[in-house]
């Protein structure tokens, strides 16, 4: 298995940018500017800087995995990691796992989190201090345990970034609803500072004889309900844990965006996070990352990949909408190869935004241009650039020799999932896996599961170093 890995790796040369060099990402994070954050591989990792250096060796590529002697993570979770065999100086990938506190929001707080906030509690912490917090124990807030993995391109700058700053974006988005959240009783007011509609009854009214006694409930009382000729939904809490979470993913692409003028910011990342909070689990995924859920043998998938050739209908109604982003130079349509200018005026196979079968039509001038989508599988491209259409940073991304931007293709917005731990039966062998497509380029998830299902039993199911076991074999 472990040749397999090493073997897809050193021939992907590619990697999830033609060319892999970066030389398309001008403009904002220039070389001359000062690092955001300096290079490193997760702190959890706590590497001396000649360990760091020495993890960037290609031909030993050494496999790390945390210091089990006197490192823990929450939920005994396991880490490992091998640099790539050759298509990046460094590692551009980056991790983190860390217990945080959401407290009401008290005032006004900065729009830009910091990666010195307090609402930050360190998980990875000698002899497991502070893996045991129970949710509800702080009457002011809540707690939660945050993963996430970040897979680089084109330099580490917008990984390293995100790695040190999303978990607070999320937390910052959080912090409004923490008095909705832990009242689950109740649903979500429409308004903030509403009264939530669906109040006991004896808060809200009174009985007949003492309404009838006191005029209140008569037309004009100051105790009448607005009389209301609209319906309303009822949102669900894990709905506002969602939008949370998508707005956090937002609100980190802009400021990578904003702060690129200032510091050196390289390249983008796609993002997979985890957010357990209140009993369910989040898994959010913008790119081609994947996280699975192994219960009783079997495969729950929870992340969806978004690539050229998943999104290719969003793509294409964006640029059939906004021609402009072609630059006149590539068209949105998608056949089944190269048009050729001896074909104009014949009838060809294509396909529009608006379909996900084939037809013919008629091959026209503008059809010799570039197609937007070109390629298959992992080697489809969007404009012959970057395989991976959601993701963090690429703010200075351009086709090759142009001035054609591909960021206005490439969306923040991850899609995420919630599992409901409470739902189900699990056993100490159950377990969530998150990884890069390094990983899911040559396994399946089946393969992947039948490792995980023939390997753990054979470990102590109290073991605090089974997982880190189980990925170093994995590895």
Known sequence: MLTRVKSAVANFMGGIMAGGSGAEHGGGGGADLPLRFPYGRPEFLAL???????????????ILILNKETQRLPWTTGYAEVINAGKSTHNEDQASCEVLHVKKKTGGTSSTPNKNSSTKRRSSLPNGEGLQLKENSDTDGMHLHYWSLFDGHAGSGAA????????????EQLQEIVDIMKNSAVLP???LGEEPENMTANSRTLTRAASLRSGVGAPGSPSTPPTRFFTEKKIPHECLVIGAIESAFKEMDLQIERERTIYNISGGCTALVVVYLLGKLYVANAGDSRAIIIRNGEVVPMSS???????RQRLQ?????????????FTHLEFPRRVQRKEIGKRMLYRDFNMTGWAYKTIE???????????EGKKARVMATIGVTRGLGDHDLKVHDSSIYIKPFLSSTPEVKVYDLQQYEHGPDDVLILATDGLWDVLLNEEVAEAVTNFLPNCDPDG???????????K
């Open 464 to 474: 605090p170093h089974r997982y880190f076991i189980l990925l170093h074999f994995l």
């Open 317 to 329: 109604y964006l640029a059939f909408m906004q021609p402009h982003l072609l630059g006149n130079e």
């Open 160 to 171: 390293v970034v995100a790695s040190k700053l999303l978990q607070h974006h999320i937390v």
């Open 365 to 375: 001038e503008d059809d010799l241009k570039f197609p937007l989508i070109y390629g």
């Open 305 to 311: 990949e978004f690539t050229p050739e998943t999104e």
């Open 189 to 191: 007011p429409t308004c």
């Open 48 to 62: 001396s800087p000649d360990e760091v250096e020495c993890s960037a060796d290609h031909i030993a590529r050494p």
